[in-house]
């Protein structure tokens, strides 16, 4: 019996499909298909059910994922427990990132701890926060907004390290058409630029300090995806919620206009997840070390180490100069 065989078949329950595990673990789908059938010839037993619907596991099957599962976590202690050993410039990490801190926060950092590190490569995802905590991605970090409902129950470790609100911004075009909202109630008479998650439609959540609302957006479009819904607000199809530090660059330049000021979403924080077998890896430590200790802000663009966007006190936003 071989531990790729073993490894595959936690892959490949662990995700249900044999075409997604492929992708996930850049492997052809033929290798995978080879494996499952090694081992099910070593086991002697059918270990799944193969249908159109995925794969899912038989009686057999999920007697044997628990050994499985051990197995896996054993190869991945064992390789940690060398890592300080490897030489230079054969160590990768794969550090995962939801959309909205792709790009303000995930890549330009990133960059400086491998200009910092050029012994460790890296390779960089941006997915959503299902796939980024997914077992099969098999990330060595995730970095995400807030604190994921499977944390409790993945064997996780959280490290929070800075907090941000969200704010509503329009483009001037559109509040000269359809004027400007005054109050909270105000907003379901314009359109709004909707965000989508895996249940649907994300409401808005808003505080002032003295008072909250909760806003179903509604409006002839919507979004996955900041980016787009970013660019729809911008060409003036509506008002979009975005963090801060995502839209705030376009106030000076007028090319935004904050909503409602006075109402944001309450804070939410920015986490680094790893799995707490993995801490032992010198690698993966001294990246999620470098993560907090060297977070100055989040970046604008066009993302270079002095564009930081920083929240000031009182709501004013500043872009102060970092270390080149």
Not at 136 to 144: A, K, P
Not at 211 to 234: F, H
Not at 317 to 322: A, E, Y
């Amino acid at each position: 019996m071989q531990i790729d065989d073993v490894r595959a078949f936690a892959w490949v329950v662990s995700s249900g499909s044999l075409s997604r595990t492929a992708r996930e673990q850049n492997l052809p789908k033929a290798t995978l298909s080879h494996r499952l059938r090694r081992l099910e010839n070593d086991v002697g037993t059918a270990l799944l059910i193969r249908s159109a619907a995925g794969l899912t596991p038989t009686k057999a099957g999920w007697a044997f994922l628990r050994h499985a599962e051990e197995v896996n976590l054993a190869y991945t202690r064992a390789l940690d427990s060398v890592a300080s050993e490897k030489p230079a410039q054969s160590v990768r990490l794969s550090v995962g990132a939801t959309d909205e801190l792709s790009t303000n926060l995930l890549a330009p950092l990133s960059l400086r701890f491998a200009r910092s590190h050029p012994e460790v490569s890296l390779d960089l995802h941006v997915m959503p926060l299902g796939r980024l905590l997914s077992r099969e991605t098999d990330l060595d970090c995730m970095i995400c907004s807030g604190l994921p409902a499977i944390l409790g129950t993945a064997n996780l470790v959280a490290r929070g390290f800075s907090r941000y609100v969200s704010r509503l911004y329009a483009a001037p075009t559109y509040l000269a058409e359809r004027g400007t909202p005054t109050h909270p109630d105000n907003l379901r008479q314009h359109d709004l630029i909707s965000g989508e998650g895996p249940s649907g439609i994300i409401p808005w959540a808003l505080e002032n300090g003295q008072a909250s609302q909760l806003i179903e957006p509604r409006g002839p479009l919507r979004a996955n995806d900041n980016w787009v819904a970013k660019v729809c607000v911008l060409q003036g199809y509506g008002i979009g919620l975005f963090p801060e530090f995502f839209a705030q660059e376009h106030v000076p330049t007028g090319d935004l206009i904050e909503v409602l000021p006075a109402w944001t979403t309450a804070p939410t924080s920015v986490t680094v997840l790893y799995h707490d077998h993995r801490f032992a890896n010198p690698h993966i430590r001294a990246f999620i070390d470098f993560l907090v200790s060297e977070f100055e802000g989040f970046y604008c663009f066009p993302y270079r180490q002095r564009d930081v966007f920083r929240p000031m006190p009182g709501g004013s936003t500043t872009r102060q100069k970092g270390r080149r």
